[in-house]
């Protein structure tokens, strides 16, 4: 069992397999990974959130003492997200042994934490020196968490982690996938994950319409169906051209 612990220390992939996940491509190359700031633009059902389950328990059993915290929009959506992270530890022959144990939050004899919060700005600030956050649902939470999040991995140069769909041309998860040159980005469409047939894509284009197709199974960034304006009008209306707005 020793020998067994140390190779999953030192590969991710097979500690993986051993919790029961046969990683896609994309999933192994995240794992083994040595990147800080990562974001996933990843269609539904493309494991995205198991795979930020998974570097999150992997932290917890082999960089202890650590912190882990999951952030989504709401309790109940970073609920969802443990309950990933508290099934893989399940199925871990000789994981470390559990302190305490919640549907919000797991301790580990080795001093190690992994919380679930939801996503508001006054619920993360009693949290420091976290050494992996990871923001679900990313494109949908407000930018005043993500100014409360960033100081958490000031003293540890952690590991954050922001995961979505898109949702519109607006926010941080916007703005980061567009500008931020420092950033791991990784995007995966249903036509990358071989568990999506085609015959269900057609199907869900028909019911959803085509602009939540489109945001939900290939990431891309549209405007929402709530604009007046499109992001294309507003931004042109906000350049400052130098000439007069009118004539006469």
Not at 8 to 15: A, C, G, K, Y
Not at 108 to 130: D, F, H, M, Q, W
Not at 175 to 198: F, L, Q, S
Request: hydrophobic share 40%.
């Amino acid at each position: 069992m020793l020998a067994r612990d140390l190779a999953r220390s030192l590969d991710p992939i097979e500690f993986a397999v051993d919790a029961g996940l046969d990683p896609d491509e994309w999933q192994r190359d995240l794992l083994i990974g040595d990147d800080r700031k990562i974001l996933l633009n990843c269609c539904r059902q493309s494991g995205k959130s198991t795979t930020a389950a998974m570097l999150a328990l992997h932290d917890a059993f082999y960089s202890a003492p650590s912190l882990t915290i999951l952030i989504s929009p709401s309790q109940r959506q970073s609920t969802e997200l443990f309950r990933k992270v508290a099934t893989f530890y399940h199925h871990v022959e000789g994981a470390p042994e559990a302190e305490l144990e919640s549907a919000l939050r797991l301790e580990l004899k080795n001093g190690s934490r992994i919380v679930s919060l939801p996503g508001s700005e006054a619920t993360v600030r009693g949290y420091s020196a976290a050494n992996t956050v990871v923001i679900d649902e990313a494109s949908r939470v407000p930018d005043d968490l993500i100014a409360a999040v960033r100081p958490m991995l000031a003293t540890t140069r952690g590991r954050m982690i922001g995961l979505s769909t898109p949702y519109g041309k607006r926010g941080w998860f916007y703005e980061t996938w567009e500008n931020g040159a420092d950033w791991k980005k990784v995007r995966i469409t249903a036509d990358d994950c071989p568990r999506i047939t085609p015959e269900f894509l057609e199907d869900e284009r028909r019911e959803m319409g085509e602009w939540l197709f489109r945001q939900e199974y290939y990431c891309e960034f549209v405007d929402t169906e709530e604009q007046f304006f499109s992001s294309a009008v507003i931004e042109a209306a906000l350049k400052d051209t130098g000439g007069p707005l009118w004539s006469g």
